[in-house]
């Protein structure tokens, strides 16, 4: 399948690309809706929103699709079925993949429940908080349960 | 923590011309995917300590003829 080919490089472009703008989108749209005043006639909050949704579920479709060939190796509750399958080298490739996603997703949800929860109560504050906390304390809590860490 | 990550070359591919075994083949018998077998000729992943001593059985030869941390001399350059 061409969409999936990799480049000289050994880097997948394409699939990286096609990934990476919808929930950009998503989110740009989404957040331009909030910004419009509700009281105006000619104000374009509706159509940032449905162009919100269109995205989010263009990245849902897009997820499913492109992954599902790689769904054993990449989606963390499944891989474990066939993880015998998968030589030391496909192994060790897997495992800096999830290191790296768990890096950029622990900025991504940092930044955004920042930006979400700026204004908010303090109580919903702390909440938000005591998450990301967990989240940057999670690798040492689950190496505390590992023996050979 | 050491950073200094040591090139291992090997003589997988000249041994596997050898003894006349395509990647597949090798791979099927290492128990890795054929990919991996290219990864290896290539340099860009050093195996473990037991996928080493399975190729070596396979060649049937020593480790140190197949894995170095020097680059191998050409076999017409070596005396006999």
């Not at chain 1, 950009?24 to 957040?31: A, E, G, K, P, V």
């Not at chain 1, 919100?52 to 579920?57: A, E, K, N, Q, W």
């Not at chain 2, 090139?7 to 597949?24: F, P």
Request: hydrophobic share 45%; aromatic share 14%.
């Amino acid at each position: 399948m061409k969409m999936t080919k990799k480049s000289a490089s050994g880097h997948n472009w394409t699939l990286g690309t096609l990934l990476v703008i919808p929930p950009i989108l998503t989110l740009f749209f989404t957040n331009l809706s909030t910004y419009q005043p509700l009281y105006e006639t000619d104000t374009n909050k509706y159509i940032y929103e449905n162009l919100g949704v269109v995205f989010l579920s263009l990245f849902i479709l897009l997820t499913i699709l492109m992954s599902f060939r790689h769904r054993f190796v990449y989606w963390p509750f499944l891989s474990k079925h066939d993880r015998e399958s998968m030589d030391e080298r496909q192994l060790i490739v897997r495992n800096r993949v999830y290191e790296r996603s768990y890096k950029m997703m622990a900025i991504a949800i940092t930044l955004a429940l920042y930006g979400l929860n700026l204004n908010d109560n303090v109580m919903r504050q702390m909440f938000v908080w005591t998450f990301v906390c967990g989240y940057f304390a999670m690798p040492l809590i689950v190496a505390a349960r590992q023996k050979d860490s | 923590m050491c950073n200094n990550i040591v090139m291992i070359h090997n003589r997988v591919a000249v041994l596997r011309t050898e003894i006349g075994l395509s990647r597949q083949e090798l791979a099927d018998k290492a128990g890795v995917n054929y990919q991996t077998i290219g990864f290896i000729e290539r340099g860009d992943y050093s195996p473990s300590l037991e996928l080493a001593f399975k190729f070596t059985e396979i060649f049937n030869v020593g480790i140190t003829d197949v894995f170095s941390d020097k680059p191998f001399k050409p076999l017409i350059e070596r005396k006999i």
